[in-house]
């Protein structure tokens, strides 16, 4: 069994260790298990090579080479190698968050070749486009990019592909996992932290007592509400910072610090950089 995850690959260039990405490209031997040891991301599992037995609770379903599928966070599964296989899981928490503003138009029936579509309860086959994407991951990865900035952008754009190659009816069906309540919180928490930054404002926002919300956020993130928001502000200082040549008083001005000393003393104090040592590392490095 061979796992490589992408975020064990990224120590240089525009990584800071905050910053997280999700794509581990696994290579499995017949009869080898894969279990994840961490359930608290949804996972998209795609097939290059090979079959695969999926087990989760009661249901086992198959997939082969060029299928897809989609395991809820709140779903425990093991996978067995029918034979050699080759497969990428994604691990992503805004889902949601990240389909729910998509405007793209749908293939019709004409495009039929175009479409991604089920195969059966679990498993997609997917569209030749959607294919070419993952073939295109897998080499960013080979040839050794080191820029955590572009798998985050491959990651949300996997979910516009889908989003443009599937009819909306089998979209919609795509997307059930993630609409049950626990799972409608984790996205209206993703949604609303981009306007409240403290952890009463965002209770307030969702409407929830602050003591039952930190449970709940705790349950569901698996840290604290505090400690989540301080990462996410690490986040975006940092994207910030590397995206924007601009002077640091301005980025100051733009990411809500009272100054630029309070800019400064944040970035030494969570990133462990000069906030002009941050901004000039903006180079993608392969």
């Not at 696994?26 to 090579?49: C, H, K, W």
């Not at 175009?114 to 059966?120: L, M, N, P, Q, V």
Request: charged share 25%; proline share 2%.
């Amino acid at each position: 069994m061979a796992i490589n995850h992408v975020q064990d690959k990224i120590d240089n260039g525009c990584f800071v260790s905050h910053l997280k990405t999700g794509f581990s490209f696994i290579d499995l031997e017949e009869g080898q298990n894969f279990t994840p040891v961490d359930y608290s991301r949804n996972a998209l599992i795609y097939l290059y090579e090979g079959k695969v037995d999926v087990s989760c609770g009661h249901e086992t379903f198959v997939m082969e080479s060029g299928q897809l599928a989609l395991m809820s966070c709140d779903v425990k599964y093991i996978i067995q190698a029918e034979q050699y296989t080759s497969m990428v899981i994604l691990g992503v928490v805004k889902v949601l968050a990240e389909c729910d503003y998509f405007q793209l138009r749908h293939p019709t029936e004409s495009y039929s070749t175009h479409i991604t579509s089920y195969r059966d309860e679990h498993v997609l086959d997917c569209a030749q486009l959607v294919k070419d994407f993952y073939h295109q991951v897998r080499e960013i990865y080979r040839l050794g990019v080191s820029c955590i900035r572009l798998y985050r952008v491959k990651e949300a754009e996997i979910f516009m592909l889908l989003r443009a190659t599937m009819t909306n009816e089998d979209f919609c069906r795509f997307m059930t996992p993630f609409s049950g309540e626990r799972l409608a919180f984790k996205s209206k928490v993703l949604l609303m932290a981009e306007k409240h930054s403290t952890v009463n404002a965002l209770a307030d926002a969702i409407g929830l007592d602050r003591s039952y919300f930190q449970r709940l956020f705790k349950s569901e993130f698996g840290k604290t509400p505090s400690d989540w928001l301080k990462e996410r502000r690490i986040e975006k200082v940092s994207n910030y910072l590397r995206s924007h040549d601009e002077p640091l008083k301005v980025v100051a001005d733009e990411l809500g610090f009272p100054s630029l000393a309070a800019l400064s003393n944040f970035c030494r104090k969570e990133i462990g950089k000069t906030a002009r040592e941050i901004q000039n590392e903006s180079k993608i490095e392969v």
